[in-house]
């Protein structure tokens, strides 16, 4: 899939391929223009199937045409350039249209445009063909001059209007490069020269493709010099810069072919090749999108892209995913870092209470157990009495009051609430304590009778077991409600039984409740 | 543009391996946002550990004051034998021997079957204390007799012994003849408590 690509270098004298390999240009082959070198071309392909190559035309029949086509976009300008170049071209297997930028008229807007062709495209056809027939993948039909621009610019020549000249194998190359784009080219042959007299003619063939520049108006009669770019052959650039003096309408810059080897990252060339390496290895590494080479005999090469451009997709996606990816497992190391870090904090608190514990009384159980044991133990036990206290303090009290008799005792543990409930309360303590922990009472509830006194002396009785129930209070003990022999109360009923003379003898009954809270 | 069948099965591959790659891509996504909640939640836990364990050590002082108030009433309430499961026969035991200790009258006792005591909410789930109500019905010559009774009673330890409530009344019968007659009469509900620590050590 990334195999080296080749280079068919294309004469009017012969054919010659080349294999680039990173920086360095290998000559694989050579081809005469008959049928021989068809044949021995096809043989060559039979090895290559699925190769990827390039063509790059070096002939002197190369037409360009400027011309004004309306400004337009898409399949209409395709259309319109389709037929511009079929009026032009009797052949349009070979032919492109370059775009030298819009120009503004007083209707409308216009582009401009240089066809160009070959003028005999049948020398290339059957060399096309056998590629086609081989399964190569064309690349582009490219020319010398439609690799100029690029060459210009590798060389550091950027100015407005500039000719750059090299000699290569097809001969003497000369190339008239306006704002960055090809307008123009020509190739006169070469034979062999001595430096002097090759610098010579370089200088006599500039002067003459001015003229024609300006007799095409593609160059002003009157205004600032040319530049000319020049690439020496090896070893006379001393020689081409003594013969190419500037002057006022020509500015000469000669290049060594090494340092123009150097600016195209071309570092490796096979031996005898001349200034045409150059323009091959920018074929091969850095081609142009402008060729001449149709939609269908690129087919190949376009799908191949296509395979490339969606594996490359593919890769992007998951090299997006495998950065996006690490930086989160930069953060799970980071964040397992932290909890490690955490819990090594956790178990060195955990060690520390353990042998800070370990110095405690021994316990029998766990520390919580303990504590929950003895709390709970604690609040049973608050809520919890004797009735010895009771006892006592009822006894210290009985002892004031002789004529007391009692018949009952009754001693509990209960609630305020409990106590409102009965429906004998009189009313609740003075001071409830509040519902919920410390709400346990003690509950003393006497019930006896009246001795020594008469039965029908209400206020006398009644005077006496109030203050009973009076001196009961006090201790803790706090009076809950006291049930009188006669009830004065106005929610009772009060009886009487005055003048009879039957007497029971029954002495008078009360009841008295006692409370107390626990802490 | 339309693709020939044979163009597109030379696109199905590199179709493929951008579809495996994209999927093993968004593996790699998935699973490193997984690893990451993970270790996220691995992270809360260490933190709330690592809080608890220092606020346990901040209280560690608090806590072995506590240890030495409490461990003495512990150690009490074991001896006693407060602590570990119910001991009827003992209690059997000790209600005889104080009636004969005593020399006191009749006496009836019922213990009721063992209860769960509510307890403080919060409280560690492994301690419960547990409550069996004995009703005591005694025939006495004095109130004394009960006292001594209950005194005697909590002496005897096997248990806590709450009473929950106790009444005395007069039987009405006259002293005096060959026997000994009881004048009083004493009803108590007591409360046995025991308390089962089950991380205690045997």
Redesign the interface.
């Known amino acids: 899939m990334f195999a080296a690509p080749r280079i068919l270098y294309f004469t009017a004298e012969g054919h010659y391929l080349y294999r680039s390999a990173g920086r360095a240009l290998e000559l694989e082959a050579q081809y005469s223009g008959d049928e021989a070198g068809i044949s021995a071309f096809r043989d060559y392909l039979r090895g290559q199937r699925g190769a990827l190559f390039a063509v790059v035309a070096d002939l002197a029949g190369e037409d360009f045409h400027d011309e004004q086509i309306p400004y337009l976009r898409g399949a209409d300008r395709e259309a319109v350039l389709s037929r511009r170049l079929a009026q032009r071209y009797r052949d349009t297997r070979l032919a492109a249209a370059l775009s030298l930028g819009t120009v503004d008229t007083a209707e409308r807007k216009n582009e401009r445009v240089l066809l160009t062709s070959f003028t005999n495209t049948q020398q290339l056809a059957p060399w096309l063909d056998a590629l086609e027939e081989s399964g190569a993948k064309l690349s582009g039909v490219y020319s010398i001059p439609l690799l100029a621009p690029a060459l210009a610019k590798r060389l550091a020549a950027r100015e407005p209007r500039l000719l750059l000249v090299t000699a290569n194998r097809a001969g003497l190359r000369q190339c008239y490069v306006e704002n960055g784009k090809l307008r123009f080219a020509r190739l006169e042959r070469t034979v062999d020269m001595v430096p002097q007299a090759l610098a010579m003619f370089v200088r006599s063939e500039t002067q003459r493709l001015v003229q024609y520049l300006v007799t095409l108006r593609a160059l002003p009669r009157e205004g600032t010099a040319v530049q000319v770019v020049v690439v020496a052959p090896p070893g006379q650039k001393a020689a081409f810069e003594q013969a190419l003096a500037s002057d006022a309408r020509l500015v000469f810059r000669v290049v060594d072919y090494a340092d123009a080897l150097s600016s195209a990252k071309l570092s490796r060339v096979p031996e005898g090749a001349a200034a045409e390496a150059l323009f091959l290895h920018l074929a091969a590494r850095h081609a142009p999108s402008e060729q001449f080479a149709s939609r269908e005999d690129r087919r190949r090469y376009f799908i191949w892209q296509l395979q490339r451009g969606i594996v490359a997709a593919g890769v992007g996606v998951f090299a997006v995913c495998a950065l996006f990816g690490g930086y989160r497992w930069l953060q799970v190391l980071s964040v397992r870092s932290d909890a490690a870090e955490q819990m090594q904090q956790a178990n060195a608190a955990a060690a520390q209470y353990a042998r800070i514990t370990s110095t405690f009384p021994v316990t029998d159980t766990t520390t919580e157990n303990l504590k929950a044991t003895v709390v709970e133990f604690r609040r049973i036990a608050e809520r919890t009495a004797n009735p010895d206290q009771a006892f006592r303090h009822v006894s210290r009290v009985l002892e004031r009051y002789p004529q007391f008799d009692l018949d009952s005792l009754r001693w509990s543990i209960g609630k305020p609430a409990e106590l409102r409930a009965s429906p004998t309360a009189a009313k609740p303590p003075a001071q409830a304590p509040a519902e919920g922990g410390a709400d346990a009472l003690v509950v003393v509830e006497l019930s006896g009778r009246v001795n020594a006194t008469q039965r029908n002396d209400y206020r006398g009785i009644t005077a006496q077991v109030q203050n009973f129930a009076s001196a009961l209070i006090g201790g803790g003990y706090e009076l809950v409600r006291t049930q009188l022999p006669f009830d004065i109360t106005s929610e009772g009923v009060l009886t009487g039984d005055i003048g009879t003379s039957a007497d029971t003898g029954e002495a008078p009954r009360f009841t008295v409740t006692l409370s107390r809270r626990l802490p | 543009m339309t693709?020939t069948r044979e163009?597109l099965r030379?696109?199905a591959?590199?179709?493929i391996?951008?579809?495996?790659?994209?999927a093993?891509?968004?593996s790699?996504?998935w699973?490193?946002?997984q690893?990451?909640d993970s270790?996220?939640r691995?992270?809360t836990?260490?933190?709330a550990?690592?809080r608890?364990?220092?606020e346990?050590?901040a209280r560690?002082a608090e806590?072995?004051r506590?240890?030495?108030e409490?461990?003495d009433?512990?150690q009490r309430?074991?001896a006693l034998n407060?602590?570990g499961e119910e001991r009827r026969l003992e209690w059997a035991d000790a209600i005889t021997r104080i009636r004969t200790q005593r020399e006191l009258l009749d006496m009836r006792y019922m213990v009721e079957r063992q209860r769960l005591?509510n307890?403080?909410p919060g409280?560690?789930a492994?301690?419960d204390?547990y409550a069996s109500t004995m009703k005591v019905d005694l025939q006495l010559l004095h109130?004394e007799d009960?006292?001594r009774f209950?005194?005697d009673l909590r002496q005897s330890g096997n248990a806590?012994y709450?009473?929950?409530?106790?009444?005395?009344?007069?039987t009405g019968q006259t002293v005096g003849g060959a026997t000994m007659a009881p004048r009083l009469r004493a009803d108590c509900d007591i409360d046995l408590?025991t308390?089962i620590?089950r991380?205690?050590?045997k």
Do not use: H, M, W
């Open positions: 693709f163009e030379r696109l591959l590199p179709l391996i951008a579809l495996v790659l994209s093993a891509g968004g790699l996504v699973s490193a946002g690893a990451l270790a996220y691995a992270l836990a260490a933190q550990e690592r608890q364990n220092n346990r050590l560690i806590e072995e506590e240890v030495r409490k461990i009433v512990y309430l074991k407060i602590l005591l307890t403080i409280k560690p492994n301690v204390f109130e009960l006292l209950l005194d806590f709450a009473v929950k409530k106790c009444a005395i009344t007069r408590i308390i620590d991380a205690a050590k």
